[in-house]
């Protein structure tokens, strides 16, 4: 539970439901959109908060105040996070997710979502496992958003590139490997040589590529295919790559 001292009284930022109820509170709305002033609603990250003010701006458009800040009330509008020093400002999530979009260094939750993503898992699921969230919704919005950034996409690269050569798959490998694939003549060979072409990708060895199609390629991996990396057999992992090309 979190406090904060708002005017004359105490505000309490509850954590989970458990939290609430075990406070001595009953219900709450699922849809803060929806809640009334005064009552108790869940964040988009799943903290429960009271409604301190509901109120239209001039233009109609409706506008809550909670301990967590004002917001403008929209279907695009997500509330979560630490309450901000001053509620009264509406540019706290506007700052937040130009901060998240514009910082250059990752923050060590940023490296955690990165290793996960790099090994195959969904953004959706790495971030709810990284970051203190339940909510789906939010952690799909912001993961898709951190997965834009250029220091997202750095760590995932260097980390695919990491379980490559722990591998022993490097540019020589590759290399070596391709031209002979290309000289064998084998018609079984084109398949093999799509597996070889997705593990150059992942390495960065198309400069003219966008980053960020290595990392849709590397995402296409299962998780059986991503083990196979720690092995020497590429022949299976090219061979399990058949059925994906086709």
Not at 45 to 50: A, L, N, S, Y
Not at 68 to 77: Q, R, V
Not at 122 to 143: G, Q
Request: charged share 30%.
């Amino acid at each position: 539970m979190v406090t904060k001292k708002i005017g004359k009284s105490t505000e309490k930022l509850y954590n989970s439901e458990k939290e609430f109820i075990d406070d001595g509170n009953a219900a709450y709305h699922n849809n803060w959109r929806n809640a009334p002033e005064g009552s108790y609603a869940k964040s988009d990250d799943g903290q429960i908060f009271r409604i301190l003010k509901k109120s239209k701006f001039k233009d109609g458009n409706e506008y809550i105040r909670t301990i967590l800040g004002s917001y403008k009330i929209s279907d695009k509008t997500l509330i979560g996070g630490k309450p901000p020093k001053n509620i009264y400002s509406f540019a706290k999530n506007k700052f937040c997710n130009e901060q998240r979009m514009s910082r250059e260094e990752p923050n060590p939750k940023e490296v955690v979502f990165a290793k996960y993503v790099a090994h195959g898992m969904n953004p959706e699921d790495a971030y709810m496992r990284v970051f203190p969230t339940n909510n789906r919704k939010y952690a799909k919005n912001v993961s898709n958003a951190l997965f834009k950034t250029e220091r997202i996409r750095t760590l995932i690269s260097e980390e695919a590139k990491e379980m490559l050569d722990k591998a022993g798959i490097n540019e020589e490998y590759l290399l070596s490997n391709a031209k002979f694939i290309i000289d064998n003549g084998d018609g079984r060979d084109s398949d093999k040589l799509r597996a070889i072409e997705m593990l150059m990708k992942i390495a960065g060895m198309f400069p003219n590529d966008k980053k960020t199609e290595s990392l849709t390629v590397f995402q296409g991996f299962t998780q059986d295919q991503l083990k196979q990396l720690g092995d020497s057999d590429v022949k299976m992992l090219a061979h399990a790559e058949k059925d994906i090309a086709q």
